[in-house]
């Protein structure tokens, strides 16, 4: 008998019969290869496509895929792959990496970055299921790169309009923070020292803002994105 059927087991010790535990499959990543040069994809399509847990697709199929892996420079081919693939997440294999083209790449969907040196199957393999999984993963230099680019868009760019880098400001924050907490409008303006018609404008620009239903669904945001 085959462990996969989920047939009773007659050797079960209580009389009772067992079943044994079907495995679940899962479907395959989405993905698609994107080079300029045909045989460079050729290469990646070799060396990916007999991988299991992978199927293979065209950038513009209907379904689309769930990740894109592109051999590119930091460049407008970009915008090209985000426009073909715009809800796939990006990994990118290149040795340009300045800060500027960096910061389009993440525009663009960029989770996962590869320098061409360090492209093998296995890596390109780990760097598929990171991207797929939502995890980041860029060197060490280009991390440290990008940190100290968003302190400097915290405090040139964000501070200054009272934003925060989650996109919302302190006190919509601090306003969706006291909702979790129980409060009611009253009770929200009297800790903040506002009026409950501006607690209330407050509460109606980020609804509006971020296309959310109501308070309930505000809090449920706020928590899911880890902002409270």
């Not at 070799?46 to 895929?65: F, I, N, T, Y």
């Not at 609804?207 to 899911?224: E, F, I, M, P, Q």
Request: no cysteine.
């Amino acid at each position: 008998m085959s462990s996969r059927s989920a047939w009773a087991d007659p050797a079960a010790q209580d009389g009772r019969p067992k079943l044994h535990a079907v495995p679940v499959r899962r479907p395959a990543v989405r993905v698609s290869l994107v080079a300029t040069d045909p045989f460079v994809r050729a290469g990646l399509v070799s060396e990916l496509r007999e991988k299991p847990g992978l199927h293979l697709v065209d950038a513009q199929d209907e379904a689309g895929p769930d990740v894109v892996v592109a051999v590119a420079d930091l460049g407008p081919e970009l915008r090209e792959i985000a426009e073909k693939a715009p809800d796939a997440r990006l990994v990118l294999i290149t040795d340009q990496t300045r800060p500027a083209q960096l910061w389009a790449a993440i525009e663009h969907g960029l989770l996962v970055l590869v320098p061409r040196a360090e492209a093998t199957t296995a890596r390109l393999l780990r760097a598929i299921a990171d991207a797929h999984q939502g995890r980041g993963d860029l060197p060490a230099e280009q991390l440290g790169s990008l940190l100290r680019g968003l302190s400097r868009l915290q405090q040139e760019v964000l501070a200054p309009r009272d934003l925060t880098l989650s996109g919302l400001s302190r006190r919509e924050t601090e306003v969706l923070r006291l909702l979790a907490n129980g409060l009611d409008t009253a009770e929200i303006a009297a800790a903040m020292t506002y009026s409950e018609r501006t607690v209330k404008n407050i509460l109606h620009g980020l609804l509006s803002r971020l296309g959310l239903r109501n308070r309930t669904h505000a809090v449920a945001y706020a928590l899911r994105e880890g902002i409270i």
